[in-house]
């Protein structure tokens, strides 16, 4: 074995341990979960169910966005969603999020939403209703 053999083998165990010990390191610190919560954020994925019962909450359609708490674009696709009024319309429940209903009436309601058909105007007009989404 040549010296340049010798010294390339034992860099590699030297890099491989660092960046063991720069994980572990950073991990034990806190910020992996900082970092998982974001790389893991994803859109919201909607199904509506059929049944109140089977539903995270409920939803009414109001007829004009000043009488909404959120502005609700419809995606095409599931990365383009995300919690702030952009939505995901599933085909089965189990792809879902969240589960919706949708009531005959606001009073049966928990969350009130305006279908707006341009997606910059999306979001929310009253946020104490936010956490219902998360």
Do not use: C, P
Request: aromatic fraction near 24%; charge should be positive.
């Amino acid at each position: 074995m040549t010296f340049e053999n010798y010294k390339n083998k034992h860099m590699k165990r030297y890099y491989n341990l660092l960046f063991v010990f720069v994980w572990i390191l950073f991990a034990s610190s806190g910020q992996a979960d900082l970092y998982k919560k974001k790389s893991q954020s994803k859109g919201l994925k909607v199904y509506a169910t059929k049944y109140a019962y089977r539903a995270d909450f409920k939803v009414f359609v109001a007829d004009y966005a000043y009488q909404a708490d959120l502005e609700v674009f419809k995606v095409a696709n599931a990365y383009q969603a995300d919690g702030d009024g952009k939505w995901y319309f599933t085909d089965y429940e189990y792809q879902a999020d969240k589960k919706i209903f949708f009531t005959d009436y606001e009073y049966q309601a928990d969350l009130t939403i305006f279908f707006t058909d341009y997606e910059y105007q999306a979001g929310w007009n009253n946020k104490s209703k936010a956490h219902l989404l998360y």
